[in-house]
């Protein structure tokens, strides 16, 4: 594993980060709750456009924007992946707070998707929106009535028709598509079911008010609804988009998925380490500050191996995240595909049992909305299900490590037989 050096600009960023925390997020963390609560809970939330001024004057606009999707700088500094994971971790620590840096998903990966693969005219419709925190967007991938881990099951179906593709098929965890801003998605389907396994599939530009598109119901995720931003089960009838919609050409949708997916899964973990982070903070302040049995808790040998258990886990996490970075960064997203799999796994699970032990400490109130806590922790589950189960990356990484010993391990085992 590299030993990680990370720039001065990353550091500085950093900085600035924290303090913007402090100043604007933390403290308005009740307010963001109220506005949610108050009214119409699918309304965007005016906090965030308050801010979003502020971020942006403060040079923390598109931190998530490499340099590559960004040469001349134009609408973020342009960071590598390993330059950019301690800022996602700091954004990352409230449920709210990536918006208004828009470094919010699945913007920040619908936003690469269109820097990479678009074309000027989809960039200029949807991108420079997107980049100008104008808009959000969804993702629809997803589907209710098929084993959607395994992406080759997608049925829904991308027919051309002319100088229109004509767009059927119904999908569900269309992520963001309760927010009234979200004004396109990216959605996969097939164009070509006889094709080769891994061609049928294309991903398609779909404007969120075309007729035939129909948000059915918004999911909850263990009892929450996500308002405002949501997550939708949608449904798609005949739906008409033309020709020039469609990304990179016909059959190429995993190719675009393994582009998007890569970036978004390592920035889910490093928001989940942000997670992690502040749940060890509160475990400690209230470790501190609570009695029982005579003493603080803090003082308690089992709450003391929670708090130190919490730490090692936590920076292991953070290691392996960076080394995930640094290969991205070094070698490219698909040779380090089994790194990305290995914190997919990872991270979810170790920030579920920092929370958790959190919430044990905290008692009746962990479980409550006195405390982010319970948020935290169904986000965090849901986590080991979204962008791929445990089980599809545990799979990954066992193959990439049986590939990465290949003929060594053979040569091993014929060494071993000898020897009987």
């Given at each position: 594993m590299t030993v990680f050096d990370v720039t001065d600009r990353s550091r500085d960023l950093r900085q600035r980060l924290l303090a913007f925390m402090d100043e604007h997020i933390y403290p308005n963390d009740a307010e963001a709750a109220r506005q949610v609560n108050d009214g119409n809970r699918w309304e965007h939330l005016p906090l965030i456009d308050e801010l979003k001024p502020k971020a942006r004057e403060a040079g923390l606009w598109n931190l998530f924007l490499p340099t590559a999707s960004d040469p001349?700088?134009?609408?973020?500094?342009?960071?590598?992946?390993?330059?950019?994971?301690?800022?996602?971790?700091?954004?990352?620590?409230?449920?709210?707070?990536?918006?208004?840096?828009?470094?919010?998903?699945?913007?920040?990966?619908?936003?690469?998707?269109?820097?990479?693969?678009?074309?000027?005219?989809?960039?200029?419709?949807?991108?420079?929106?997107?980049?100008?925190?104008?808009?959000?967007?969804?993702?629809?991938?997803?589907?209710?009535?098929?084993?959607?881990?395994?992406?080759?099951?997608?049925?829904?179906?991308?027919?051309?028709?002319?100088?229109?593709?004509?767009?059927?098929?119904?999908?569900?965890?269309?992520?963001?598509?309760?927010?009234?801003?979200?004004?396109?998605?990216?959605?996969?389907?097939?164009?070509?079911?006889?094709?080769?396994?891994?061609?049928?599939?294309?991903?398609?530009?779909?404007?969120?008010?075309?007729?035939?598109?129909?948000?059915?119901?918004?999911?909850?995720?263990?009892?929450?609804?996500?308002?405002?931003?949501?997550?939708?089960?949608?449904?798609?009838?005949?739906?008409?988009?033309?020709?020039?919609?469609?990304?990179?050409?016909?059959?190429?949708?995993?190719?675009?998925?393994?582009?998007?997916?890569?970036?978004?899964?390592?920035?889910?973990?490093?928001?989940?380490?942000?997670?992690?982070?502040?749940?060890?903070?509160?475990?400690?302040?209230?470790?501190?500050?609570?009695?029982?049995?005579?003493?603080?808790?803090?003082?308690?040998?089992h709450v003391r191996e929670l708090i130190a258990l919490s730490r090692m886990e936590i920076d292991q996490a953070r290691l392996l995240t960076m080394n995930a970075a640094h290969m991205m960064d070094t070698v490219g997203n698909k040779e380090a595909r089994g790194q990305i799999a290995a914190i997919k796994v990872v991270a979810p699970n170790m920030a579920l049992a920092v929370i958790d032990r959190a919430i044990q400490v905290f008692g009746g109130a962990g479980v409550s909305q006195d405390t982010p806590l319970a948020m935290m922790y169904a986000q965090a589950r849901t986590l080991r299900l979204a962008d791929g189960p445990d089980i599809v990356h545990i799979g990954t990484v066992a193959k990439e490590e049986m590939r990465r010993q290949g003929e060594a391990a053979r040569g091993r085992e014929s060494v071993f037989s000898a020897s009987k």
């Open positions: 001349d700088g134009t609408f973020g500094p342009g960071l590598s992946n390993l330059e950019y994971a301690p800022l996602c971790e700091v954004m990352g620590r409230v449920w709210w707070a990536p918006e208004v840096f828009n470094c919010a998903a699945p913007d920040t990966g619908n936003m690469e998707v269109l820097a990479r693969y678009g074309t000027p005219e989809q960039q200029e419709q949807w991108l420079i929106p997107l980049l100008n925190g104008e808009i959000r967007s969804a993702f629809s991938m997803t589907e209710p009535d098929v084993a959607s881990s395994d992406a080759t099951n997608i049925e829904s179906s991308i027919t051309r028709d002319g100088e229109d593709y004509v767009i059927n098929g119904e999908k569900w965890w269309t992520s963001g598509a309760g927010d009234p801003r979200c004004a396109v998605s990216i959605f996969m389907g097939k164009t070509d079911p006889n094709a080769e396994r891994h061609l049928q599939q294309s991903m398609i530009l779909v404007p969120m008010d075309a007729p035939g598109v129909t948000r059915e119901r918004m999911l909850t995720v263990f009892g929450y609804d996500d308002a405002p931003h949501g997550h939708a089960q949608m449904t798609f009838k005949d739906v008409r988009v033309p020709v020039s919609a469609m990304l990179l050409g016909e059959g190429r949708g995993f190719e675009i998925a393994q582009g998007r997916l890569g970036p978004g899964r390592i920035h889910h973990c490093m928001r989940l380490i942000g997670q992690a982070e502040r749940a060890l903070e509160l475990m400690v302040a209230r470790a501190s500050s609570r009695v029982a049995f005579g003493k603080p808790l803090s003082a308690h040998q």
